[in-house]
């Protein structure tokens, strides 16, 4: 069984430029994360989605985000414009439904630096 | 709103010792408990969980955990660590029920790096 994927693995823009980060989940996942760890910071959650819907967005920092996950498979997240303190590992992640909602899986994540 | 705090930001610790990764958690709801860890260049790796039942908890990789609802903490143990110990560890927690089941509330992260 493949594991979450995540692309690209690294990025590097300029402040103001507009970033795309994919991540595929595990096939048959229904959950799909996104989380952030701004660096020297803890890892922080920013939305979760239930095949194609958004179940929490509480943790998204403003609307230069957008997430999406069209047909309920992968998902990408946007931001645009980017900013300096967006800079910082994304980590995607999955999970089953039923009683193994609570093993999410984890990619490798996408460094994020804005320059 | 819950918050976890891992105590030690950095342990060394000597091949074959054992060592203790201490987490304790603050919520005014039930949580379940979570112990992640992360090697170099790679993904989060779930080591073990508590939802329920026995507090003590066994992972992989010869790891366990106590949930000690008193002193709301959720120590990670191994009685003797190897070289590839070596990474960073997460303890984290989820709201129990509610619409935020899927939202872990992650810990500062421990490095633990095992000396020969």
């Known amino acids: 069984e493949a594991g979450v994927t995540q692309f690209p693995s690294h990025s590097v823009i300029e402040k103001g430029q507009t970033v795309t980060l994919r991540c595929d989940p595990i096939?048959?996942?229904?959950?799909l994360y996104w989380y952030r760890r701004v660096m020297g910071k803890e890892i922080k959650f920013l939305l979760h989605?239930?095949?194609?819907?958004?179940?929490?967005e509480s943790g998204m920092p403003n609307n230069r985000f957008l997430a999406e996950r069209t047909g309920g498979t992968y998902s990408t997240l946007k931001v645009q414009p980017a900013e300096l303190e967006d800079s910082g590992v994304y980590f995607c992640?999955?999970?089953?439904?039923?009683?193994?909602?609570?093993?999410?899986?984890f990619g490798p994540g996408t460094r994020l630096t804005v320059t | 709103a819950q918050s976890v705090t891992q105590l030690d930001s950095q342990v060394p610790v000597f091949e074959e010792a054992p060592v203790e990764l201490r987490c304790n958690y603050s919520?005014?709801?039930?949580?379940?408990l979570f112990w992640y860890v992360q090697y170099p260049n790679q993904g989060l790796q779930l080591l073990l969980k508590y939802l329920s039942g026995s507090t003590l908890v066994k992972g992989i990789n010869g790891f366990e955990a106590e949930f000690n609802k008193s002193q709301t903490s959720f120590h990670l143990r191994k009685p003797s660590v190897h070289i590839s110990d070596t990474a960073e560890y997460f303890c984290?927690?989820?709201?129990?029920?509610?619409?935020?089941?899927?939202?872990?509330?992650f810990g500062q992260g421990t490095i633990l790096t095992v000396h020969p």
């Open positions: 989605f239930v095949k194609e819907s958004k179940q929490d």
């Open positions: 992640a999955s999970s089953h439904r039923g009683y193994r909602v609570y093993e999410q899986y």
């Open positions: 919520s005014s709801v039930s949580v379940y």
């Open positions: 096939s048959g996942h229904d959950n």
């Open positions: 984290a927690v989820i709201h129990a029920g509610g619409t935020s089941y899927g939202k872990l509330t």
